[in-house]
């Protein structure tokens, strides 16, 4: 071989070992990437290097999207405000959103088709117990993380769901506590939508009024959800007089409710009407003049004074508008990202089962919470305040009651 040919070959192996180097060193990162990426996301969960995706489920259409409209705008503006502070472990969040259309089936429907063609890391949504209840056993068998915000009759503990709303304890007992000392009731009239959760507020508020209160249920009555024909049951209130109308009315029927109650003359200034499902969501329909001077029991009011809430609310308006309002389940759907993020990063890693071990440390906590301080107990409930509030014309809440700090208990003794 002459020595130029033998120049020549050395220099093509030298090329080609170099080559083989960066090739090898390609693969060594890549595969280092990889198992960073493994690490993350150990269940085929949809999360790149770059991203991670999630659900939104609420109701936009049907009678309940008077209520959860809100939810799922609080849901986005937490995701924004984490993706501008750089995501979660170096990911931003992608929304793929469902809508439930107040029909609980669809809600079952596209929470499997959210976990398992969209492998989302978890879900922001359901409103009402129904949907609650149907979605619950897609999210059980396909090992799936819903983030679920409305306050809820209890009984109920699941190792998929965070319930970032308040439980029996932190609302239905704290309020009728409040109202039979405040207000001296002994008789109470029950009226509520016809499903799982007024039917089981109802049952718990009857034990909690005639077994501990020493007080009587003068009335119970159940109207189908959507209903908007109230005169009878009216009728009925107005011939039993009771001390307090408890009122677990849902969605767009508390439009009809509340203004056929002031149609019949039944006012804030005559009678005491403690609801457990009214918030700012559904006055803006309802129209604070409707419902002036009656009462709501939430853990949460647009009107609180604190630096948490006006710059929430100020964040809220900037990116939905000067005329939106923040109800109770919509800054507790807030929280439900923030939770997550909060759970993933202890973890180090979007893994269902990992994040739920974090969720269940007790070191989950939010100190910047609109509401105030909440931590997340280890039952997947949070530690938070019951409220009550008088509405005014504005539609806005006047706060005339707090509690202190009630550890969330969702099998209370007795009640179950």
């Not at 033998?6 to 170099?18: I, K, M, P």
């Not at 770059?50 to 999207?65: C, E, F, N, P, R």
């Not at 408890?246 to 009809?256: P, Q």
Request: proline share 3%.
């Amino acid at each position: 071989m002459k020595l130029t040919q033998l120049a020549s070959s050395l220099t093509r192996f030298e090329s080609r070992r170099g080559l083989l180097k960066i090739v090898g060193m390609s693969a060594f990162l890549f595969g280092m990437h990889s198992a960073l990426a493994d690490e993350a996301n150990t269940t085929g969960l949809a999360v790149t290097k770059d991203t991670v995706k999630v659900g939104i489920l609420h109701s936009l259409t049907g009678t309940m999207a008077i209520s959860e409209t809100g939810a799922q705008e609080a849901e986005k503006l937490a995701i924004k405000q984490i993706n501008d502070m750089g995501g979660i472990l170096g990911r931003k969040i992608e929304i793929i959103q469902e809508d439930g259309a107040s029909d609980w089936p669809t809600f079952a429907e596209k929470s499997r088709k959210l976990l398992v063609k969209d492998k989302v890391a978890a879900v922001f949504g359901c409103w009402t117990s129904a949907s609650r209840k149907a979605a619950l056993p897609v999210f059980e068998k396909e090992n799936g993380l819903l983030y679920y915000p409305t306050f809820y009759e209890g009984l109920e503990q699941s190792k998929n769901v965070i319930y970032t709303g308040q439980e029996a304890t932190q609302q239905i007992l704290d309020g009728l506590n409040w109202v039979a000392k405040e207000k001296n009731a002994k008789t109470f009239y029950l009226i509520g939508s016809d499903y799982i959760w007024p039917r089981t507020s109802m049952k718990i508020a009857r034990k909690h009024i005639e077994n501990v209160l020493g007080g009587k249920v003068v009335g119970e009555e159940y109207k189908p959800l959507g209903n908007t024909q109230f005169g009878s049951v009216i009728n009925k209130i107005r011939l039993k007089k009771p001390d307090v109308i408890y009122a677990a009315v849902v969605g767009g029927s508390n439009v009809a409710w509340f203004k056929q109650l002031k149609a019949a003359g039944i006012t804030g200034e005559k009678q005491t009407l403690l609801t457990i499902s009214v918030t700012e969501d559904e006055v803006l329909g309802i129209g604070g003049e409707n419902l002036e001077g009656f009462y709501s029991i939430m853990k949460y009011f647009q009107s609180q004074d604190n630096p948490n809430n006006k710059a929430f609310v100020s964040a809220f308006k900037e990116m939905w508008g000067d005329d939106s309002v923040i109800g109770d389940v919509t800054q507790a759907a807030y929280l439900g990202p923030w939770l997550w993020k909060a759970a993933v990063e202890k973890a180090g890693s979007f893994d269902v089962d990992k994040v739920v071990a974090a969720s269940e440390s007790g070191e989950i906590e939010l100190t910047t919470a609109p509401e105030g301080y909440v931590k997340l107990h280890k039952n997947h409930h949070l530690w938070s305040k019951a409220r009550v509030g008088v509405w005014n014309k504005d539609g806005q809440a006047t706060v005339v009651y707090e509690s202190d700090l009630i550890e969330p208990d969702p099998f209370p003794a007795g009640y179950q």
